[in-house]
């Protein structure tokens, strides 16, 4: 049975070094055929730099999704348009550079389709990730599908999630970079974690530094957000793929300490 494993929102080039230096090991471990990851805080907790995005494809990373930080590089905007293995919320507005969808290619060929989509409550206007997904689910290409479900609020993702139930394989939220407890398959096949945890530094504050972000909060002038250093943890779900079926027969979390 192919097995996927989705690991949460990258932060930092410390993690992504890490994950370079230590992934050919993980996949062999858990015996994963798609690495997925979402690196939407890889460039000093912000965006991913065009670097890093073939820092983890040549480290074995299948696929990339990403969120609200998608465009937050300028420099990503020509591997958004011509790389086919990344893409960026397919509910941006329809001007944005990239693709609603890609394709993630195990390194035996199979193939497995990713997207991600944002949420609307306590987030920024974008359109509707309802309708997005209608109009990618029925688009071309073949094998299961991964949908990302970028998002803030619990209910939002749990209502998308049931929504997505039978047309995807995996339904995974990510965003808040704390990993909800909540995984399962719902009944139609799907497998549905509300959130799926940070990939990063694990002791700071949804992976910045504490002492960085509290004198802004105490004083109101804006100070620099830095990121947290080392206790570097992957955080995701493993799910298993019946590949006649596209759908899912087993999801368990993903806590890997690395350093
Ligand atoms: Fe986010
Ligand atoms: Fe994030």
């Given at each position: 049975?192919?097995?996927l494993?989705f690991?949460?929102?990258?932060?930092?080039?410390e993690?992504i070094?890490?994950?370079?230096?230590?992934?050919g090991?993980i996949?062999?471990?858990l015996g994963?055929d798609w690495?997925v990851?979402?690196?939407?805080n890889?460039?000093?907790?912000?965006?991913l730099?065009?670097?890093?995005?073939r820092k983890?494809?040549?480290?074995g990373v299948?696929g990339i999704?990403l969120g609200?930080?998608a465009?937050?590089?300028?420099?990503?905007?020509?591997?958004l348009?011509?790389?086919t293995?990344?893409?960026?919320?397919?509910?941006?507005?329809?001007?944005?550079?990239g693709k609603?969808?890609a394709e993630?290619k195990?390194?035996?060929?199979?193939?497995?389709?990713?997207?991600t989509?944002?949420?609307?409550t306590f987030?920024?206007?974008?359109?509707c990730?309802f309708?997005a997904?209608?109009?990618?689910?029925?688009?071309?290409?073949?094998g299961?599908w991964?949908v990302?479900?970028?998002?803030?609020?619990?209910g939002?993702?749990?209502?998308?999630?049931h929504?997505?139930?039978?047309?995807v394989?995996?339904?995974?939220?990510?965003?808040?970079?704390?990993?909800?407890?909540?995984e399962?398959?719902?009944?139609?096949?799907?497998?549905?974690q509300t959130?799926v945890?940070?990939?990063?530094?694990s002791?700071g504050?949804?992976g910045r530094?504490?002492e960085?972000?509290?004198?802004t909060v105490?004083?109101?002038?804006?100070h620099?957000?830095?990121?947290?250093?080392?206790?570097?943890?992957l955080c995701g779900?493993?799910?298993?793929i019946n590949?006649?079926?596209?759908?899912a027969?087993s999801?368990s979390?993903v806590?890997?300490?690395?350093?």
């Amino acid at each position: 049975m192919p097995v996927l494993l989705f690991l949460g929102d990258i932060v930092g080039q410390e993690t992504i070094d890490l994950i370079a230096w230590r992934l050919g090991k993980i996949r062999t471990k858990l015996g994963v055929d798609w690495v997925v990851v979402n690196a939407e805080n890889s460039a000093n907790g912000s965006g991913l730099s065009p670097a890093q995005f073939r820092k983890l494809r040549d480290s074995g990373v299948d696929g990339i999704t990403l969120g609200d930080h998608a465009l937050r590089k300028r420099e990503i905007s020509k591997i958004l348009d011509n790389e086919t293995t990344i893409c960026r919320p397919a509910n941006f507005p329809p001007g944005a550079p990239g693709k609603g969808w890609a394709e993630a290619k195990s390194p035996a060929g199979k193939p497995l389709r990713i997207a991600t989509v944002l949420g609307r409550t306590f987030t920024k206007p974008v359109d509707c990730p309802f309708v997005a997904l209608d109009k990618i689910l029925q688009g071309p290409g073949d094998g299961p599908w991964l949908v990302d479900i970028h998002a803030e609020a619990t209910g939002e993702k749990i209502l998308m999630g049931h929504w997505l139930d039978g047309r995807v394989a995996a339904a995974l939220g990510t965003h808040t970079h704390v990993v909800t407890a909540d995984e399962g398959i719902l009944p139609k096949g799907t497998a549905f974690q509300t959130d799926v945890g940070m990939s990063g530094p694990s002791k700071g504050v949804l992976g910045r530094k504490y002492e960085s972000i509290l004198p802004t909060v105490l004083t109101g002038v804006q100070h620099p957000y830095d990121l947290a250093r080392g206790n570097i943890v992957l955080c995701g779900a493993l799910v298993g793929i019946n590949q006649d079926t596209c759908l899912a027969e087993s999801i368990s979390r993903v806590f890997i300490p690395l350093e």
